[in-house]
């Protein structure tokens, strides 16, 4: 079964708060994994962005949300208690809490809307552009995760334009830079030898002050769906055969056939093949190209800032 979104948690959390004097975080996400009979491939399951566990993440916001609207109350780091509006809420359960039936039945919540509501750039309405919030059932965190997956997207089809466009030259230099950024050759020790007599290698990488250990480095600017076949992948080994070298890194803007992966797998080299979209993916990753222009800071409780407040 997949991870339930928060707002499927609510309820289930509710009752489970009934059962005890208090709950624990930890303690509700044991119970609750196995009520929702998530496998263990579901609870290590983590955002792409953040490395967060997406079960953990989504019953916090599950307490969260329970606990702005009164139904909760928090007891200390980590733990909740029931509230007699959260008893009564028991009386005559709906069918699922959503965030809509929290925003509708109790004040808490809604008072806190309205306050972040009071300016129109605030408005949770500009912001979702009217999303129902019944089917909206992701958590604001997740929100942020997709629009920031939705604007990497939008990054790196900029960034391919921008490489396909560049000169075949400039392309080189392009490779060379981005190994620099992935750490080899980070000590001057990279350099671009692609031109007329080549021989197949159009930049070299030594790993070492000593030249020992070497790296060979080919770069094809092609358009999307000219592939990259398998008599360039045994071009290269053989060029990488003339010298010696072991190691090699294939980049292209375009993609390899099956053939090249094939040929490239069957290689007595440790050959690596980067296709354009691992390419520009590698690039946002260590901005090659590009800049960071805005941070937004996540911020949580200290509760070490607070508990050694007493001691």
Same mark, same amino acid.
């Given at each position: 079964?997949?991870? #339930?979104? =928060?707002?499927? %948690?609510?309820? #289930?959390? /509710? !009752? $489970?708060?009934?059962?005890?004097?208090?709950? !624990? &975080?930890?303690?509700?996400?044991?119970?609750?994994?196995?009520?929702?009979? /998530?496998?263990?491939?579901?609870?290590? @399951?983590?955002?792409?962005?953040? *490395?967060?566990? %997406?079960? &953990? &993440?989504?019953?916090?916001?599950?307490?969260?949300?329970?606990k702005a609207s009164g139904l909760l109350k928090k007891e200390g780091r980590g733990s909740y208690s029931i509230t007699d509006k959260g008893k009564e809420c028991l009386k005559n359960p709906p069918e699922k809490i959503t965030v809509r039936y929290l925003t509708? &039945?109790?004040?808490?919540?809604?008072?806190?809307?309205?306050?972040?509501?009071?300016? #129109?750039?605030?408005?949770i309405e500009n912001q979702q552009n009217n999303v129902n919030e019944d089917t909206c059932s992701k958590t604001p965190e997740e929100l942020l995760e997709d629009n920031f997956t939705i604007l990497n997207s939008l990054i790196k089809e900029d960034l391919y334009e921008k490489v396909v466009n560049v000169s075949n030259d400039g392309f080189e230099r392009l490779i060379i830079e981005l190994m620099k950024g992935l750490g080899y050759g980070s000590r001057g020790l990279a350099k671009r030898v692609g031109g007329a007599g080549d021989g197949g290698i159009d930049g070299i990488i030594t790993e070492d002050l000593l030249g020992l250990d070497t790296i060979y480095l080919q770069a094809k600017r092609y358009a999307r769906g000219n592939n990259i076949a398998a008599d360039k992948i045994r071009e290269f080994v053989g060029a990488m055969d003339? !010298? *010696?070298?072991?190691?090699?890194? =294939?980049? @292209?803007?375009?993609? =390899?056939?099956?053939?090249?992966?094939?040929?490239?797998?069957?290689?007595? !080299?440790?050959?690596? $093949? +980067?296709?354009?979209?691992?390419? @520009?993916? $590698?690039?946002?990753?260590? *901005? %090659?190209? @590009?800049?960071?222009?805005? %941070? =937004?800071? /996540?911020?949580? +409780?200290?509760?070490?800032?607070?508990?050694? /407040?007493?001691?």
């Open positions: 079964m997949a991870v #339930p979104d =928060f707002q499927s %948690i609510m309820l #289930p959390l /509710l !009752k $489970l708060s009934a059962s005890v004097e208090q709950l !624990k &975080n930890q303690d509700a996400r044991a119970v609750l994994a196995r009520e929702f009979r /998530l496998s263990t491939e579901d609870l290590e @399951t983590a955002y792409q962005s953040s *490395g967060q566990n %997406i079960f &953990n &993440n989504r019953v916090a916001w599950a307490f969260a949300y329970l509708e &039945n109790y004040g808490d919540l809604r008072k806190k809307k309205e306050k972040t509501n009071s300016s #129109p750039s605030n408005s003339g !010298k *010696g070298v072991n190691k090699g890194v =294939f980049v @292209t803007t375009s993609d =390899f056939t099956k053939a090249a992966l094939e040929s490239a797998r069957q290689s007595h !080299k440790s050959l690596k $093949l +980067i296709n354009g979209n691992e390419l @520009t993916s $590698l690039m946002l990753e260590h *901005g %090659i190209g @590009t800049r960071t222009y805005k %941070i =937004f800071k /996540l911020q949580r +409780i200290d509760e070490d800032f607070f508990d050694n /407040l007493d001691d």
